[in-house]
């Protein structure tokens, strides 16, 4: 009787050991898929990064093949302006006349050469330094909100912006402006890193399925309403946490810029979405435009 009772302890505590280690092995597979999962959103980021880069690199090019086409041409000018010189004096005109005349065309072309060229460095500089910027707010908002699952939440850069895209189901319930806690978490996260950025400006996108809101709904007339107080109610989540008011614009576009058409449920649910958009502060670039 004994010898039994001791199988069955044995065969007991080993059942309770594999359940353990089930359980282990279990966390470890949520942590790595939710690593992999934050790897992925990186990748479709960089791979974006990647490509607004190589376009900025071929509008430079551009306009540094422009710049040597004036250059060419500024040459070509100087040497009529030599050639006109040698003529002039062959024609026994006042040489001191002609000399101060050719110099100082000759000399307000390279003074306008040379300021091009600086325009085009300080332009470079500028842009270099905006790509950087983007890059660094990118991995410090990927890192803010690293552990939401990427079907809730995705960050990419687009046309030197950083879109945080939020899917209806991390924040509202359907037909709500009210913001879940799971929702509020994101959030607040998202603003410990903004409000540390005094130098982007947060537009906040509000989006909705086709689907019109039920009738009654308090407040709300149509999915235009919908989207703008969703935006608003993130809007003063946001503030309220930190960032400044002054640079936060909440906005609705109801059914009308939608990720897919089909008219699927899989479709709309993508288009249910809000996208906070971060955008740095220009102003240094576009003075350095005025005057190009």
Not at 127 to 155: P, W
Not at 169 to 197: C, I, W
Not at 232 to 250: K, Q, Y
Request: glycine content about 4%; some cysteine; hydrophobic content about 35%.
């Amino acid at each position: 009787m004994r010898k039994h009772l001791f199988k069955a302890s044995i065969l007991l505590l080993a059942g309770s050991m594999s359940l353990s280690s089930c359980v282990v092995s279990k966390k470890k597979y949520d942590d790595l898929m939710a690593r992999k999962n934050a790897l992925e959103v990186d990748k479709a980021g960089l791979q974006q990064d990647k490509t607004t880069l190589e376009q900025q690199k071929a509008d430079l090019e551009t306009a540094k093949a422009n710049l040597e086409e004036e250059r060419a041409k500024l040459e070509q000018q100087k040497r009529e302006y030599e050639e006109a010189l040698a003529k002039a004096l062959k024609e026994g005109k006042s040489l001191s006349e002609t000399l101060n005349m050719s110099k100082s065309q000759v000399e307000r072309l390279n003074a306008d050469l040379k300021a091009r060229e600086a325009r085009l460095a300080e332009l470079q500089r500028i842009l270099d330094e905006k790509d950087a910027a983007v890059a660094n707010l990118r991995n410090r908002v990927s890192k803010a909100l690293l552990g939401f699952n990427d079907k809730d939440l995705t960050i990419d850069v687009r046309n030197g912006k950083v879109y945080v895209s939020l899917a209806e189901q991390l924040l509202f319930n359907s037909g709500s402006t009210k913001v879940d806690p799971k929702g509020v978490n994101a959030l607040h996260k998202l603003a410990s890193v903004l409000k540390e950025q005094d130098d982007v400006n947060v537009l906040i996108e509000g989006h909705t399925d086709d689907v019109p809101i039920a009738r009654g709904t308090v407040g709300m007339q149509d999915n235009w309403d919908l989207s703008v107080l969703r935006a608003t109610e993130i809007t003063r989540i946001l503030t309220n946490a930190g960032v400044d008011p002054t640079r936060v614009t909440p906005s609705g576009r109801s059914k009308y810029v939608p990720l897919e058409t089909a008219k699927t449920k899989e479709a709309r649910q993508k288009n249910r979405r809000t996208e906070i958009i971060l955008t740095p502060k220009l102003d240094e670039l576009f003075q350095i435009l005025e005057t190009t």
